[in-house]
Structures are given as structure tokens and as C-alpha cells.
């Protein structure tokens, strides 16, 4: 079964850093771009960050840009977001998934590629 797993969320202070981790699981990421999405209570979905299979093109939700790094590890099969400077906007489940539509600062799922996961919740709070 193909599936993509987040970990890595937690309560964090403002001002702090998490890393999140995007792994899968019955699939090799090698060969697929991967993005990173959020979704806060009683908001919409949207897209923060995505990066290509060699991990060279990368792409950041303007709003973000400053504070987050996208990277991967093909060989641990593993897609990961370090955030930094973690702001009190920024709680959310954060999840991940394949082939994102990136253009610019737009970060959008693909349609027929989407399954999202649980995710992994990220708090930010004193």
C-alpha cells in the first residue's frame, strides 16, 4: 500500500524550530516531486513549500519563505520541512503529498494524486 507518513510535528515556542519529515512508505519518493501543505481550524488547505525529485527546483508560499527549508534524502526515502522563527500563524496539521502543482509562490495539490494522511500538528505557544 502506498502511503506517505508525517512525523515530526509537536508544541514548539515562538520563535522555535521543528523539522517535519515526509517518508514513504511502498513507494520510492526518488522519482516524484513532493509538497508540503497546511491546514489550520476552520481554514482551507494550502500549499508552503515543494521540491523536485532531485531536490534542486524548490518552491515557497511567499508568506513562508524566509522561515522554511525544504529538502530531501532519497536514500532514507524521505522528504523533510525545517521551520524556524515558528510564529503563532503558523499552527496547523502539516501534510505532505506527491506531484504538487508549483509555479511561482503557488503550491497546489495534484488532483488523482492526492491521499492525505494524518498528518503531523505543529503548536506554537508560550
Known amino acids: 500500500q502506498v502511503q506517505l507518513v508525517e512525523s515530526g510535528g509537536g508544541l514548539v515556542q515562538p520563535g522555535g524550530s521543528l523539522r517535519l519529515s515526509c517518508a514513504g512508505s511502498?513507494?520510492?519518493?526518488?522519482?516524484?516531486?513532493l509538497g508540503w501543505f497546511r491546514q489550520a481550524p476552520g481554514k482551507e488547505r494550502e500549499g508552503v513549500s515543494c521540491?523536485?525529485?532531485?531536490?534542486?527546483?524548490?518552491h515557497y508560499d511567499g508568506s513562508v519563505a524566509e522561515r522554511l527549508t525544504i529538502s530531501r534524502d532519497n536514500a532514507k526515502n524521505t522528504v523533510y520541512l525545517q521551520m524556524n522563527n515558528l510564529k503563532p500563524e503558523d499552527p496547523s496539521v502539516y501534510y505532505c503529498?506527491?506531484?504538487?502543482?508549483?509555479?511561482?509562490?503557488?503550491?497546489?495539490?495534484?488532483?488523482?494524486?492526492?491521499?492525505w494522511g494524518q498528518g503531523t500538528q505543529v503548536t506554537v505557544s508560550s
Open positions: 503529498a506527491l506531484e504538487p502543482v508549483c509555479m511561482g509562490t503557488r503550491i497546489d495539490p495534484r488532483p488523482g494524486y492526492v491521499n
Open positions: 511502498g513507494l520510492s519518493l526518488a522519482n516524484h516531486a
Open positions: 521540491i523536485n525529485p532531485s531536490g534542486r527546483n524548490k
